[in-house]
């Protein structure tokens, strides 16, 4: 596989349920990043990870819990979320958080019932 | 603070026809990035250009054009000839030079290209 890539392409869940998002990119990136893309509004950063350090967490809500295992590897842990956390998470991956272009997945689509 | 507005919410054009989407920045950084993606139907963000605010060259690629203005702070972006394959949401987005790792995006323009 090349690029970056996101499983699942899409999640229904419950209130109560507990999921994860898993992101990996095959491109020999340092940084990785989750943001939210809900309708209408603009894509919102959620998390930067450099070097599997977390380096950025833009008001995340607790719900939302990152994990970066390796720098190929990021997972978005989710537990009793509201439904209006629906929306796009998509993950990107650069050489470096401060110089180079992002990379993008196709995203998960998540609907919270 | 960073800012980029995309006024155009949605465009429908006509297959063959020139189109060209707004994108109007705001930053009180000296050096700074900017940058397209298309977002298709299929969700994933497609990298189309990025350019550093000191180079004020247009970029042509293929039916792809791009106009810098820094005086008017715009980065717009022009597809000649349109194609069905072009329907998509595009969005605009900056980034500081140094520093802030923050990408800001645009709210995107939905374009549709008619048969």
């Known amino acids: 596989e090349t690029g970056v890539t996101q499983t699942p392409r899409h999640l229904v869940m419950g209130m109560t349920n507990k999921k994860s998002l898993k992101c990996e990119q095959h491109?020999?990136?340092?940084?990785m990043y989750w943001y939210k893309q809900s309708a209408k509004k603009p894509l919102e950063l959620m998390f930067v990870?450099?070097?599997?350090?977390?380096?950025e967490n833009n008001s995340v809500p607790s719900r939302f819990s990152p994990e970066c295992p390796n720098s190929s590897h990021l997972f978005l842990h989710l537990h009793t979320l509201q439904p209006e956390d629906s929306a796009l998470y998509l993950c990107?991956?650069?050489?470096?958080?401060?110089?180079?272009?992002?990379?993008f997945g196709p995203g998960t689509r998540l609907l919270v019932l | 603070a960073q800012k980029v507005t995309q006024a155009q919410t949605e465009i429908s054009v006509v297959e063959k026809e020139d189109v060209t989407l707004d994108c109007v920045y705001e930053?009180?950084?000296?050096?700074?990035?900017l940058f397209w993606y298309k977002q298709p139907p299929s969700g994933e963000l497609v990298f189309l250009i990025r350019?550093?605010?000191?180079?004020?060259q247009n970029e042509i690629s293929g039916r792809y054009s791009w106009n810098f203005q820094k005086s008017t702070s715009s980065f717009n972006f022009t597809i000649t000839a349109s194609q069905v394959v072009d329907s998509a949401v595009y969005f605009c987005a900056l980034r500081a030079n140094f520093g802030n790792e923050k990408l800001t995006f645009g709210t995107g323009t939905r374009l549709t290209i008619i048969p």
């Open positions: 491109l020999g990136h340092n940084a």
């Open positions: 350019r550093n605010s000191f180079d004020e």
């Open positions: 930053t009180r950084d000296t050096t700074y990035y």
């Open positions: 990870y450099n070097f599997k350090e977390q380096t």
């Open positions: 990107a991956s650069s050489q470096d958080p401060r110089k180079e272009t992002q990379y």
